[in-house]
């Protein structure tokens, strides 16, 4: 078992915030690229924000302002932190980790943005 796992996900308000955890086997510190991705029904799934194992972080548009990646070397953890979510940010959001690309994807999480 290497692949990710996810936590953190559920219902909340819109403006309203969550953190979501990505653990693994691998040591995705120091190893891998960890990206998060989401995916809302009907649509494709795409890159939200990830993080080198440098600790370069890159965000899409959709997540600047708002959304923090950030790692714990002690927990082998990879945090995704949501701010002011909005209701177009519902999707299953998925970690994924890989030394040179995303071969080890997690199940995935619910986060569902609504009043």
């Known amino acids: 078992q290497v692949q990710p796992v996810e936590s953190g996900g559920g219902l909340v308000q819109p403006g309203g915030s969550l953190r979501l955890s990505c653990t693994s086997p691998r040591d995705i510190f120091s190893a891998d690229t960890v990206g998060w991705h989401r995916q809302a029904p009907g649509s494709r799934r795409e890159l939200v924000a990830s993080v080198t194992k440098s600790g370069n972080t890159y965000y899409q548009d959709i997540a600047e302002g708002r959304f923090t990646v950030s790692r714990d070397r002690v927990m082998n953890t990879v945090y995704l932190q949501m701010n002011s979510l909005k209701p177009e940010d519902t999707a299953v959001y998925y970690c994924?980790?890989?030394?040179?690309?995303?071969?080890?994807w997690g199940q995935g999480t619910q986060v569902t943005v609504s009043s």
């Open positions: 994924a980790a890989g030394p040179n690309k995303y071969t080890y």
